[in-house]
């Protein structure tokens, strides 16, 4: 599969633990974007990187949330000290060459947290 | 930031009959219109996309339009079939990513 994969696909946790997302998005694309949506919503803007560097973050990102892409190819995102307010689908999305256009969305990560 | 509106939330049609989902946006300076279609439990994945100096673009049974003065496009989804139920997105570029609507459920009846 040649598309942008996420892992885990599910996550369990219990509030106050912390807990990592890996994405790895399509190859020759080097811009990735993290978004969170809940039920009956549509995705809302995390943050985004073009190849390695963050180059905008949302007020929605607390700082208990980190990411990071440290070679511009996969990335991280890590929730500290989880709130049951965390839970939701984790979607990573990539496009080509410094551009919003055209985004190929992972299959996400859900996250419940008890 | 960008604000978008989609409606309606849902939305049932007849299979054979045409669906259409409407969406706003605030930003005069927005440029680029996705819609995307969501299936249960799967990733939202592109389906058709506009960009500002387009008002129409059609790719088989689907077309969408856009009127950059009012603000607002449209998906129409023409001779809807049952595999046509999802949840369908649009979304507005921000200055550098994209703000998507509360979503239409889509329910074609066979």
């Known amino acids: 599969d040649t598309g942008v994969s996420q892992d885990p696909r599910h996550k369990i946790t219990k509030r106050g633990q912390n807990v990592t997302f890996r994405c790895d998005p399509i190859s020759e694309h080097n811009r990735l974007y993290w978004y969170r949506q809940t039920l009956g919503q549509g995705p809302e803007f995390l943050t985004y990187f073009q190849n390695e560097a963050q180059l905008e973050k949302s007020r929605l990102l607390s700082d208990r949330f980190s990411a990071e892409r440290p070679k511009g190819s996969f990335s991280t995102l890590e929730i500290q000290r989880t709130e049951q307010g965390d839970s939701a689908m984790y979607l990573c999305?990539?496009?080509?060459?410094?551009?919003?256009?055209?985004?190929?969305f992972g299959s996400g990560t859900q996250l419940s947290v008890l | 930031g960008e604000n978008v509106e989609q409606h309606p939330s849902t939305l049932s049609v007849q299979e054979g009959d045409s669906a259409v989902i409407k969406c706003t946006y605030s930003d005069s300076a927005s440029n680029y219109f996705p819609w995307y279609k969501q299936e249960l439990g799967k990733r939202p994945q592109l389906i058709i996309d506009?960009?500002?100096?387009?008002g129409e673009k059609k790719d088989q049974r689907i077309a969408v339009t856009l009127n950059k003065t009012a603000k607002h496009f449209s998906l129409h989804i023409t001779e809807t079939q049952p595999e046509d139920s999802a949840v369908y997105f649009c979304?507005?570029?921000?200055?550098?990513?994209?703000?998507f609507g509360t979503g239409t459920r889509l329910t074609v009846i066979p």
């Open positions: 506009i960009r500002s100096n387009v």
């Open positions: 999305a990539s496009s080509v060459q410094g551009s919003v256009e055209k985004l190929f």
């Open positions: 979304a507005a570029t921000g200055a550098n990513n994209l703000f």
